[in-house]
């Protein structure tokens, strides 16, 4: 503990989880460090869980992205969050969004820190940080995160530091913080390279606003990555294809453009499928790492990775963190604002692949909500890189709950994505190029390379007639039945017509 806590001044900050969660107030505006179960505080959330079996009280958590079971399950379970933002993953926290008992702001991930300093987040009453180091120059060193602490560190009234000592001491140097200056005073952020280095090591902190420092040693929740199957294997190798036809196009080489890849076992899938590739010197600028970017670092595929947090298995943990020191010149965590920012995604021209849950016949797509109504996780940084990526590719596969339903409908039931902003489609099926593409010409393309042959019948019965009832326009629907695949699931389980009521 004493390597850790550079700053002597603190020592007498030091306190239980008990005590620091006594802090917390009824109706406070609590940020949190945490990005998909990384870098999340952990046992004064615990504390509160604790604290709320005896005493009722509601606060609002704003956090970099999901956070692992201690907030997002057991303090959500237990009736103590009123509203969640930015991001959720947890099945206990989704289940009482979508029961109404948590209010959710589901945000784009750059844009938070523009709303805690226009005050639109706030005011906060305290920020809950999990730091590796309190250096003695007074620097806060997080650990496999950044997300948006560096924000939420400036505008926080208050900061409890959970100083996490199982996290590797070298982890200090692995982050680079850079903080934009208000809107109007704005410089351009100099990231003119994945790899470039343009801030410190650690968060800038007045030491006067850290009410409270507790010892941790809670290792981060693993991440819960289901393995790649036969079907997310043929997605990888057809997006693979892809990239060679166009390097043979001459828009690409073999190194490809950065590259950004959403959480979920079809984006592991698909990055895995580098590591038997011709592909090399690639660079990740992303904003989660998952399991494949450590494997395709140690095959050598993978020169530098750039992200705001590393969300890896229990397995990889051990291997990682116990070896940090060999990844530590290929490896670089940014503050969430910086990773998803539109001026640097555009400038570096990434290459972004994302998950959809549905996508319609013109390419609209719907990640975020079941059905239009109930919420799944959230838009994450997904929206932040498909609109400003020089290729935004979203995957999925064709079918969902054992062939019941039509990842590919006529019309989506919420848009998250719209088609503007979709540039390539992937399924097991096939893919469909939409750059360059009218939508008439989209629909033909996603219905004849990417939908399941259980559907595809149905699909151009709908288009057929759409564009006969429309006479041919722009954007062919039938409004009274765009979304009757929907009600059609809600009233039979089914999206196939055979059963169709309607
Ligand atoms: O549910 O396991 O109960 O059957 O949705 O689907 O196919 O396992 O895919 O794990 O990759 O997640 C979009 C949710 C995909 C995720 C989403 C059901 C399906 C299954 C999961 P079951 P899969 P994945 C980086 C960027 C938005 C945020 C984002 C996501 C479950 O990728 O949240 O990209 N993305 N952020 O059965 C009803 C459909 C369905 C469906 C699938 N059409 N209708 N259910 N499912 N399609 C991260 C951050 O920004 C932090």
């Not at 073999?254 to 079809?266: D, E, F, I, R």
């Not at 062919?476 to 039979?492: G, Q």
Request: net charge negative.
């Amino acid at each position: 503990v004493e390597k850790r806590l550079g700053l002597k001044q603190l020592t007498n900050k030091v306190v239980s989880a008990e005590e620091a969660a006594k802090l917390i107030t009824d109706g406070d505006v609590v940020a949190m460090s945490g990005f998909t179960r990384a870098g999340d505080a952990k046992v004064v959330p615990m504390a509160l869980v604790e604290r709320a079996k005896n005493e009722k009280f509601k606060i609002d958590i704003y956090t970099g992205a999901s956070l692992g079971p201690e907030v997002d399950k057991y303090l959500a379970e237990e009736g103590v969050i009123r509203k969640r933002g930015p991001f959720i993953a947890d099945p206990g926290i989704r289940n009482k969004i979508n029961s109404g008992d948590v209010l959710y702001v589901d945000a784009h991930l750059s844009h938070n820190a523009e709303l805690v300093r226009q005050g639109i987040i706030g005011p906060i009453k305290y920020l809950i940080v999990e730091a590796a180091a309190i250096t003695e120059d007074g620097l806060i060193i997080p650990t496999t995160s950044v997300g948006n602490s560096p924000v939420f560190a400036e505008y926080a009234e208050n900061i409890i530091v959970e100083l996490n000592i199982s996290h590797p001491e070298s982890l200090i140097g692995i982050h680079d913080i850079y903080v934009p200056a208000p809107q109007g005073q704005r410089e351009p952020i100099p990231m003119t390279d994945a790899k470039k280095r343009i801030g410190e090591i650690g968060i800038k902190v007045d030491p006067a606003k850290i009410k409270a420092i507790v010892i941790s040693e809670e290792p981060d929740a693993p991440s819960l990555i289901v393995p790649p199957d036969e079907e997310t294997q043929t997605m990888a190798n057809i997006l693979l294809d892809f990239f060679r036809s166009e390097i043979k196009a001459g828009r690409l080489t073999n190194k490809l453009m950065p590259l950004q890849s959403g959480v979920g076992s079809v984006a592991n899938a698909v990055l895995d499928g580098f590591a038997d590739s011709e592909f090399e010197d690639l660079v990740v600028a992303s904003e989660v790492l998952q399991d494949a970017v450590f494997n395709l670092i140690d095959a050598g595929k993978v020169s530098f990775a750039a992200a705001t947090s590393i969300t890896i298995s229990e397995e990889l943990q051990k291997k990682v963190y116990g070896n940090l020191e060999k990844y530590a010149d290929k490896l670089v965590l940014r503050p969430q604002e910086i990773s998803n920012h539109p001026e640097v995604i555009r400038r570096l021209g990434l290459i972004s692949i994302n998950t959809a849950l549905e996508l319609d016949i013109y390419g609209n797509v719907n990640s975020t909500h079941v059905s239009g109504t109930k919420m799944m996780n959230g838009i994450g940084g997904s929206g932040d890189f498909a609109r400003n990526a020089r290729l935004g590719i979203f995957v999925t596969k064709s079918y969902a709950k054992g062939g019941a339903i039509s990842s590919i409908v006529p019309m989506v039931s919420h848009v998250d994505h719209t088609e503007h902003d979709v540039d390539v489609i992937v399924t097991e099926q096939g893919i469909a190029d939409l750059r360059g593409l009218a939508p008439k010409e989209r629909a033909a393309l996603i219905i004849e390379n990417c939908a399941h042959p259980d559907f595809k019948e149905q699909l151009w019965d709908y288009y057929n007639r759409a564009v006969e009832a429309t006479g041919n326009a722009q954007t062919p629907h039938i409004l009274e039945e765009a979304l009757s695949w929907h009600v059609n699931l809600a009233k039979n389980k089914t999206m196939k017509k055979e059963t169709s009521n309607v």
